[in-house]
């Protein structure tokens, strides 16, 4: 099974609520973790251990001057504007390109080749023998999130069970990270920003045809505004977590309350046993 965990927005505690669901399940079954926020990842900050590293490269085009005719049909077919031809002199803008390879296609010259350029990196950690967690770590600077997403993915292909920590928004990345999900996990915040914000991921999910449920986070029990949308929208609110002086004691330290507080490791497991319903009802 394949678990995304995704928020519309940063900053409602997404990646803490991953962390614990990640550390209750592998109490009974292996978990493989995937950290996808590549430009700011730091599941490895509640699962520190010793890692092996990765390269991600993607293609980026080279020009045989000694080929090129000058024709300008690579950077006119470059709707990404990552490469001109002005007066047979190429600039190329590798922030903007995609590794498409269409460049390379269409030379009639034959003088474009891909060469590889590192953007980033995938560390794998085994936390424990019954997690493992892989981060996607994108180059400073980089804008190519996707192709360290696909690879970090990629390495977690196999096990029976993978969850993938989504980037915050609703951008590229996002979709990249629940691109295969089996269901997603929208994890949100009793303020009209987290509705705002739910609305658009919930609306991604819906668009890819991923079943989803939502985790209200730091709830102050003022959720009738979010439970009306779900309702609304037929999505099931798996969990709520309130808004507790001693769950935030726990969590401003870098602690997990499935560790550190008596029950929550339950309640976790229970929020998976929801998500499983979920899916086998079809809702
Ligand atoms: S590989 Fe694709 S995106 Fe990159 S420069 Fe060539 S056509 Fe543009
Ligand atoms: S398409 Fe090929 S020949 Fe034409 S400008 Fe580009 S590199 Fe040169």
Not at 72 to 87: H, I, P, Q, S
Not at 229 to 248: E, H, N, Q, Y
Not at 270 to 276: A, D, Q, T, V
């Amino acid at each position: 099974m394949r678990l995304a965990i995704a928020s519309g927005k940063g900053g409602t505690g997404k990646s803490t609520v991953c962390a614990n669901l990640a550390q209750s399940l592998s109490e009974t079954q292996p978990v493989v973790v995937v950290d996808c926020d590549v430009e700011e990842p730091n599941l490895h900050l509640f699962f520190p251990s010793d890692c092996d590293e990765t390269g991600v490269t993607v293609g980026n085009p080279k020009v045989d001057k000694s080929l090129c005719k000058g024709c300008g049909d690579c950077g006119r077919f470059c709707r990404y504007g990552a490469l001109t031809v002005v007066k047979g002199d190429h600039t190329f803008f590798p922030e903007l390109c995609h590794s498409c390879n269409g460049c390379a296609i269409v030379c009639p010259q034959g003088a474009i080749s891909m060469i590889p350029r590192k953007v980033g990196v995938v560390r794998s950690h085994e936390h424990s023998p019954t997690l493992r967690l892989i981060s996607g770590v994108l180059n400073e600077g980089e804008v190519q999130a996707p192709p360290v997403i696909h690879k970090a993915k990629g390495m977690a292909d196999g096990n029976a069970l993978a969850i993938y920590d989504a980037p915050p928004g609703i951008a590229c990345p996002v979709i990249e990270t629940m691109k295969g999900a089996d269901y997603c996990m929208l994890v949100t915040e009793s303020t009209p920003f987290g509705l705002h914000d739910l609305e658009l991921a919930a609306g991604v999910a819906q668009e890819m045809g991923i079943p989803a449920g939502v985790v209200i986070n730091r709830s102050d029990g003022s959720d009738d505004e979010i439970n009306d949308f779900c309702a609304s929208k037929g999505l099931p609110v798996l969990m709520t977590i309130p808004f507790d002086r001693r769950i935030a004691s726990v969590q401003n330290i870098g602690g997990l309350i499935s560790l550190e507080i008596p029950g929550w490791d339950n309640r976790f497991l229970g929020l998976f046993r929801k998500i499983l319903d979920s899916m086998e009802a079809g809702v």
